[in-house]
């Protein structure tokens, strides 16, 4: 199948998308995400998900998924936007298995809760943090000090 076809494909199952032909991105809704991820999975043979990331922009925050079929061998980008005051989305740990450590660090960096998630918590950072090191709001100030390690002694 074309790039121009697979895209087609899914505007058509979801009118309310919108493609970026370049770089084969859809943005779409945030309530819609678990169905689009759904129908691109199980209808559409993305059947990998390389990457999940999230772009602070200020006001909101660009939640983006790197998606991939083999069978068509076509990479396509999902973005949503998430905003603020209402930093949760739903899990696509449960379609992609390879979901689930990418939306943890997605959440310790960015602070965007993945609900339905079967293990959300900090996979990188301390667990006493409540700051999100990615965020453009991060103060370096806000670091836990922790006293240097003196070293093995004898």
């Known amino acids: 199948m074309q790039n121009s076809e697979v ?12 493609v970026e032909e370049l770089p084969n991105a859809l943005v779409i809704p945030k309530k819609a995400l678990l169905d689009i ?3 691109l999975k199980n209808d559409m043979s993305f059947e ?5 990331t999230a772009v602070d922009r200020k006001d909101k925050l660009e939640l983006v998924y790197h998606l991939y079929s083999t069978a068509d ?15 949760t989305v739903e899990t ?11 939306e ?25 943090w409540t700051d999100f090191p990615l965020r ?12 240097q390690s003196q070293g093995l002694k004898g």
């Open 48 to 52: 990998n998900c390389h990457c999940v």
């Open 7 to 18: 895209l087609q494909k899914i505007k058509n199952k979801f009118p309310d998308i919108v």
């Open 73 to 87: 061998h076509f990479m396509l980008t999902l973005k949503t936007m998430v905003p603020l005051d209402d930093l």
């Open 136 to 147: 453009k709001d991060f103060k370096s100030a806000n670091l836990i000090v922790r006293p």
């Open 104 to 128: 943890r660090e997605v959440f310790d960096l960015f602070g965007i809760k993945f609900l339905g998630h079967p293990d959300l918590r900090r996979i990188m950072n301390p667990d006493e």
């Open 37 to 39: 991820a759904r129908f």
């Open 92 to 102: 696509v740990s449960l379609l992609w298995r390879s979901a689930d450590w990418l």
